[in-house]
């Protein structure tokens, strides 16, 4: 039985040359693709930020991952890319993490940090979100009952914080969320 404890996460980071977005979206749909094949992939998350984009790769284990990574597919692909990069191909691995808090940094910020950019984003939403959706509600009665509504409400939030404003938050915080002072 897996532990969450076990998971290993591959964090890789590129920034692409400017005007190779669809050669670049094209090759990594299709890196995602292969990695899901490979035994003990347990998902994938992206995050686009401009001209760099952050791969959070998670395997149940460290064999798991190390397949993937001394793979010739892995080799393959990496040698596709590289002319697309501006510095290269960067990665680190390390254990289950927030993926929202590691694209700059080595070290990911304390929880305290995490809870409190996390809090700044959700807090206006949670108040804007429902006001946003409540036309749609009273138009249609049905959209407007406790468990529809909610779900909705939740979804817009979710993808808004995901998409769009917890990348932006996380690098406008940055310097205060890697604290230099931090051991």
């Given amino acids: 039985m897996m532990n969450e404890q076990d998971v290993v996460t591959l964090i890789v980071r590129h920034r692409i040359k400017p ?62 890319v590289m002319p697309l990069l501006a510095e290269g191909d960067q990665f680190e691995v390390d254990g289950a993490r927030e993926f929202w808090f590691t694209p700059g940094q080595i070290l990911p910020p304390p929880r305290w940090k995490q809870a409190c950019i996390t809090f700044l984003v959700i807090l206006p939403l949670s108040m804007l979100v429902p006001l946003l959706w409540r036309p749609a509600f009273q138009q249609w009665p049905w959209l407007g009952g406790f468990v529809p509504s909610n779900v909705v409400i939740t979804l817009s939030i979710v993808l808004l914080v995901v998409y769009f404003f917890m990348p932006r938050v996380t690098a406008l915080f940055s310097a205060w969320l890697e604290g230099r002072s931090r051991t």
Avoid: M
């Fill in 19 to 80: 005007g190779v977005d669809l050669a670049y979206e094209q090759w990594l749909r299709r890196t995602t693709q292969v990695a899901a094949s490979y035994p003990g992939h347990l998902g994938v998350n992206v995050i686009r930020d401009l001209d760099r984009f952050v791969c959070v790769l998670r395997f149940c284990g460290t064999t798991e991952l190390q397949g993937w990574l001394d793979s010739s597919d892995r080799k393959q692909l990496i040698d596709e």
